[in-house]
């Protein structure tokens, strides 16, 4: 498994602002030094591996 975090592997910004929170159907925030998308209203932080964000709630991070 490659470095989420890799170089020169960034995600298309269009994509990011066309997701949405699986559970709230909420907006998400992109944490660009974490490689998530945060969904504030779930508490949830989404995985972006390789460029490809990870939109499930098995595969979230919860927040603190």
Do not use: H, W
């Not at 975090?5 to 925030?29: F, H, I, N, S, W």
């Not at 490689?35 to 490809?52: H, M, T, V, Y």
């Amino acid at each position: 498994m490659t470095d989420p975090a890799a170089p020169g592997v960034t995600p298309d910004r269009r994509m990011l602002e066309a997701l949405v929170c699986p559970l709230t159907q909420a907006t998400l925030t992109y944490d660009a030094e974490r490689q998530e998308l945060i969904s504030k209203a779930a508490n949830l932080a989404f995985p972006i591996r390789d460029g490809i964000p990870v939109m499930l709630v098995s595969e979230a991070r919860a927040l603190e």
